[in-house]
């Protein structure tokens, strides 16, 4: 096709969008697949025969094949931006039609949902009152792109919302659709791989991306959703509002096994954390000068205000100038003082000189929004106080002078060696070495130290660098209550927890940073410390070490301080690789269940934060569905969990997007607290003793595979393990400590290996075994109980839905052609019959409990999309196996240059299409 005929091809496409109206997903999807084969045209017609089939990539030269996974990688990642732009549309024709509670996932649907079932208004303000939900970005490294491609993406979709709107001219689309055809070019000229591994900075400012996107302005949205919801399905009832919809991060706290995340760099981050939103606040503020331009001859002034813009005025150092340039203007004048004191603040973080006065806390901007709003409802003003002003309070309350409160997490290992090391510092005389860190003599002596009251300031021991580094970063948090914003740092996540002991080692360590409430450091820290448990080991041992922790009064005071609830982080990244998906979620809802009860034992309710990563083995299943899944009480309004990776561009790229998302989380968490302990069933116990049988058998089945002694031989070889590596995708290392086991092997790498070679064992493997043994043991009776199950059960639905999922993403034909990288025989024909055999049972079995003809039925968007990807993501999996050979064949550094950076881009391209990687 030549450039006349592609340009032909877009205007009759063009046409039909002026001839029909809106267009329809279908005529989106085949434009911009058009307006890319024109481009490509453009600059390569020789890759025209094989974007169009017409010609294969087999034996095609290595910069031909680049340029054909290039292609390929910017049409899913089209297919992607027109699906999210399809389903937004889809929503606003439900609400047209059926109205806003007909929305699923949204708060006008849960709010008429617990009106229609009896909840009163008294216990949904209690519920709303607790609500707190906070998603936490994180840096993980699954993510492929770049921030100047989300920008592309960005602007891509947001011409497609333009060319949807029924008004223009054929003139004006087909300028649409010029400018659509540019960003699709600029697309295609933009290098897709990183040529370096991006610094910790880099990774800041791809989370703050998001923020100045779509978030600063998306999360005051919310509350006026769920104000509007309330007011309609509880006229009679006025609900306060507070902000219980707050973002986390990992980036620039994150510390575990990330050698490249120091002090020094959480510092910056805490910096960039708060110029973000003090940016945002100095655009609204200014847009608020400009509109609020009300005459005091027009709008009397409330005596109250007077007084504030009086103190306004007198401080900024230059009052009679501001009253001189707005003469007879109130607000205009408050805002310019404002307006000022937040430049200052600016000012005062990237370190330029400070002219005149500058806020010293968020809470100084709030009250003074706060009196702005106030002063224009007094004067019957209340419209333009609540739909101007309020939003900017909103943002204020929940963004201050810190986008996101940044937690910090490091593991017991770096931990337990700064106590050693501090033990050592404070026992000078003491012949030896410290306790053993399992014993009880260690723990006792970290009691005894946490019971000891302290006076005056902290001594300054001579510690080994390292163990000053991890001390530095308490007192990094001590200082940012001051010099940043007392919501600078979330809390404090201790990975690798496996004993009370450890947790009061961070007790212990926050002590010597002055990091208390009390002169004397005995009282309460003020940094939530919070222990992750991550294995199945690790949350079969959570319940007894909560009872420990919790029975001591340091503690519980700390937690009654910090809120009143002990915060507890669940991993589902390795526990399914420990354990297998079933037995993953299966340990992971008895942890809650025995985590929830100590709790309300001990006085002190336990809240989780979720360690959920963006593909089905990692925890990513639909939001709603997931929360649904959580066991009943075990959630009550607050919820923290992380956003990884893909996930993050997937759902807060796009405003649409970002706004369906939060409040699908947010409404969700809302629904489980008002309704989870209504929906548990009589049968509960029995579905319980069904899981715990069904969890034993798959977990047995995944052990055996798991732990075969030549697994690892055979994935490495027959997957791109170690290439994955290559990949710039984020700062940190593969590996936790450097060494080379299947152990230590993080999960996301894991993950991402088993989905490119298309084993995907991951998100399935055992299941099949626990769901054929559990019939074989108890026959019809056995079938008939797990299709209740799949019918009743919230947990066992969801991780049926989601082992069916992941089944549609095998192919057993191409992950054959993986296993032939692997050159022993033996093992591959061992390791490979093992797959085949389980896939097959599990397929059966899932057939058989959903009574479907085929995998996927149920899920027919799902299907259709695969259905639009697999087929050429098949030939790319194929490209990418003669790669991994002829790479790994090649017998110098140099020579394996001509092959790596397509690999790498067969790598980035598959991952594009599947849309989850780790």
Aim: hydrophobic share 40%.
């Amino acid at each position: 096709m030549n450039d006349t005929q592609a340009e032909t091809r877009a205007a009759q496409t063009a046409g039909d969008f002026v001839a029909d109206g809106t267009p329809s997903g279908e005529k989106i999807a085949s434009l911009l697949r058009q307006l890319l084969l024109e481009v490509v045209q453009r600059h390569h017609p020789e890759m025209s025969p094989i974007l169009t089939g017409e010609a294969s990539t087999r034996g095609a030269a290595p910069d031909v094949l680049s340029r054909a996974f290039q292609a390929h990688g910017i049409w899913f990642q089209l297919l992607s931006i027109i699906e999210q732009d399809a389903a937004m549309g889809g929503r606003r024709q439900t609400e047209r039609e059926l109205g806003e509670q007909a929305v699923q996932g949204g708060f006008a649907n849960v709010i008429a949902k617990a009106a229609r079932l009896g909840v009163s208004a008294e216990d949904v303000a209690e519920k709303l009152a607790g609500t707190r939900v906070r998603p936490v970005i994180t840096a993980h490294p699954t993510e492929a792109k770049r921030v100047t491609v989300l920008e592309k993406h960005r602007r891509i979709y947001r011409l497609l919302v333009e060319l949807e709107q029924p008004r223009w001219t054929a003139r004006e689309r087909s300028a649409i659709i010029d400018q659509l055809r540019d960003e699709i070019e600029l697309l295609w000229m933009t290098g897709e791989l990183r040529l370096e591994k991006p610094s910790v900075a880099q990774e800041v400012a791809w989370g703050l991306h998001f923020f100045h996107e779509t978030l600063f302005e998306g999360v005051p949205e919310l509350l006026k959703k769920l104000d509007r919801a309330l007011r309609r399905f509880y006229p009679d009832k006025s609900f306060p509002l507070v902000q219980f919809f707050q973002f986390g991060s990992w980036i620039g706290g994150d510390r575990d096994g990330n050698p490249f995340v120091t002090n020094k760099v959480t510092r910056r981050a805490l910096t960039e954390n708060a110029m973000a939103p003090l940016r945002f606040y100095e655009q609204k503020l200014a847009a608020l000068m400009k509109n609020l331009s009300i005459s005091e001859r027009a709008l009397p002034t409330p005596q109250g205000f007077r007084e504030a813009l009086a103190r306004a005025l007198a401080e900024s150092g230059d009052g009679a100038g501001i009253a001189q340039r707005n003469p007879g203007e109130p607000y205009r004048q408050f805002l310019t003082c404002a307006h000022a004191k937040i430049g200052a603040t600016l000012a005062l973080y990237e370190g330029r000189p400070v002219a005149g006065p500058h806020y010293l806390t968020a809470d100084e901007l709030i009250a003074d929004l706060s009196v702005m709003e106030q002063a224009l409802t007094q004067s019957g003003c209340s419209g333009v106080a609540q739909d101007i002003v309020r939003p900017v309070r909103f943002s204020a309350e929940i963004f201050r002078f810190r986008a996101q409160r940044l937690d910090l997490r490091e593991n017991t290992t770096k931990l337990t060696s700064a106590l050693q090391a501090l033990w050592r510092a404070m026992n000078p005389d003491e012949a030896g070495e410290p306790p053993a860190s399992e014993s009880e003599e260690w723990k006792a002596w970290i009691l005894a130290e946490l019971a000891r009251p302290r006076s005056g300031a902290p001594v300054r021991r001579v510690l080994p660098p390292e163990a000053e580094e991890t001390l530095g970063m308490f007192r990094l948090a001590r200082d940012a209550n001051e010099e940043f914003d007392r919501e600078a740092f979330g809390s404090f996540v201790l990975s690798m927890t496996r004993s009370a002991a450890d947790v009061l080692g961070a007790y212990l360590l926050a002590k010597e940073a002055d990091l208390y409430h009390d002169a004397t450091r005995v009282e309460a820290c003020l940094l939530p410390i919070t222990p992750l448990f991550e294995t199945i080991t690790d949350l079969r041992a959570a319940p007894q070490i909560m009872r420990d922790l919790l029975s001591q009064p340091l503690v519980r005071r700390s937690a009654r301080m910090q809120g009143g609830v002990q915060e507890v982080m669940i991993g589902y990244s390795d526990s399914n690789k420990d354990g297998g998906f079933l037995s993953s979620n299966w340990e992971l809802a008895k942890a809650q269940d025995k985590l929830t009860k100590i709790g309300d034992e001990a006085g002190i309710p336990i809240s989780f934060f979720h360690g959920r990563g963006g593909s089905v083995s990692r925890g990513g299943a639909p939001t709603a569905k997931a929360i649904a899944a959580q066991p009943p009480g075990s959630i009550r309004g607050r919820l923290r969990v992380t956003e990884q990776g893909e996930v993050v561009s997937f759902k807060y790229a796009n405003k649409g997007t970002a706004a369906y998302q939060m409040e699908t989380l947010a409404a969700s968490v809302l629904d489980h607290a008002l309704t989870s302990q209504r929906a548990s069933s009589a049968k509960r116990a029995e579905f319980e003793e069904a899981m715990e049988a069904l969890s034993g058998a798959s977990h047995a089945a995944y052990a055996n595979f798991i732990n075969h002694k030549d697994l690892l031989t055979y994935f490495q070889s027959a997957s791109p393990l170690d290439e994955i590596s290559m990949l710039n995708i984020g700062s940190r290392p593969a590996r936790r400590f450097g060494a080379r086991t299947l152990a230590d092997l993080r999960a996301i790498p894991w993950v991402f290996a088993w989905s490119q070679n298309r084993h995907v064992v991951t998100g399935w493997y055992g299941v099949g075994s626990g769901l054929a043994s559990f019939v074989e043991v108890r026959k019809e009776r056995g079938l008939a109980l797990l299709r209740q199950m799949f019918a009743e059960s919230p947990l066992f639905h969801m991780v049926v839905g989601e082992v069916e999922k992941t089944l549609a993403l095998v192919d057993l034909d191409i992950a054959r052609a993986y296993a032939e990288l692997v050159y022993d025989d033996d093992v591959r024909e061992e390791i490979f019959a093992m797959v085949t055999r389980e896939y097959r049972l599990t397929r059966e079995m899932v057939l058989t409990i959903t009574e479907e003809e085929e995998i996927g039925e149920r899920f027919p968007i799902y299907s259709n999309r695969l259905a639009t990807r697999l087929p050429t993501i098949n030939k790319i999996n194929r490209e990418q196996v003669e790669l991994l050979r002829a790479f790994r064949a090649a017998p110098d550094e140099l020579s394996k240059e001509a092959f790596k950076s397509n690999l790498l881009l067969s790598i980035n391209c598959i991952s594009s299409g599947l849309g989850a990687t780790g």
